[in-house]
């Protein structure tokens, strides 16, 4: 349940609540706004039944949260959430975040060529894997602690903020190290011991949806990590398994606004594992910006033929710098702004 405050509460009133909800084994977390503060309790409510919360000195109303998460959920913060990622990119807000780059690490080189024009054409943070999970284990397993390497020299190159998966609890530190968000993929969406130590972990999550996962699936894992003590999540819709075949998954469309009603967190769209197709990636990432996503999480790689993985799906820098310059309009129609590319005419 939510104890929503008295716009004039004082700070002697919010703690006597606190501890009234606390002394009966709940926990709270406070959201605060500028004109209300929020005290969302979790645990046992039915202890809750003997305090006379609704008579509190400052208590304005209390409202029952029926869903099963509570900290993902939409009541229990006063705002949206505004995640941070390094010094200066934002996910959340006015602005479309657009976070680009190759499937895969593969070499100094094709990391630094594509961060350049990923950021040149508009892109505040940089993706790009070193620990991949691939559904074959001959395939191209990433390049590690090596990729890790590159991907911090990278970043002082160019100034974007990195972004990369974490496949193991026992490489959580060492990504922690080296990225500035730490991405969960589809496959460990579940992964609740991963999750937990996430939520130890001093950095922001992407989480992604994973591919046969609901959208209460989706938020009951952000909610293991919130749990465990790290709020700062982006969700990502990348696509789910339906009976269709044309495309590599299905785009959840309606999985935007419905994650948009029923938590604070900002969510992101991956048109390119959804579609599993280059020319797909522009339709999708439209469709992802009119539907209410708060950013974009899109495959680069200097030479998509050549790719070590998801070459299909993977722009070239050309055609990344011309979705971006399309995108502005769809963002402009939605209520959105973009990203000032770096160099462009203000
Ligand atoms: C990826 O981002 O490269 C990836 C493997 O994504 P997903 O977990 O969504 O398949
Ligand atoms: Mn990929």
Partial sequence: MIIIT???ISDD????IRERVESAGLHTHLSRGEHRTIIGCIGDESRLQELPLRTLPGVESVVPVLKPYKRASREFSVDRTVVQIGAGATIGGKSIAMIAGPCSVENREMLHETAVAVRDAGATVLRGGAFKPRSSPYSFQG???EALRLLVEVRAATGLPVVTEVLDTRDVDLVAEHADMLQVGARNMQNFALLAELGRAKRPILLKRGMSATITELLMAAEYI??????????CERGIRTFERATRNTLDVSAIPVLKRETHLPVIVDPS???????LVGPLSFAGIAAGADGLIVEVHPDPESALSDGDQSLAPSAFAAL????????VAAGRTVAVPAGAPA
Avoid: T
């Avoid at 594992?273 to 020319?279: F, L, P, Q, V």
């Avoid at 971006?324 to 963002?331: G, P, Q, V």
């Fill in 226 to 235: 919130m749990a465990n003590g790290n709020d700062a999540i982006v969700l």
């Fill in 324 to 331: 971006m310059d399309r995108l502005s309009a769809f963002a």
């Fill in 273 to 279: 594992h959804a579609g599993g197709d280059a020319s």
């Fill in 13 to 16: 009133e919010l703690d006597h």
């Fill in 6 to 8: 008295r716009p004039d």
């Fill in 143 to 145: 390049l590690g602690r």
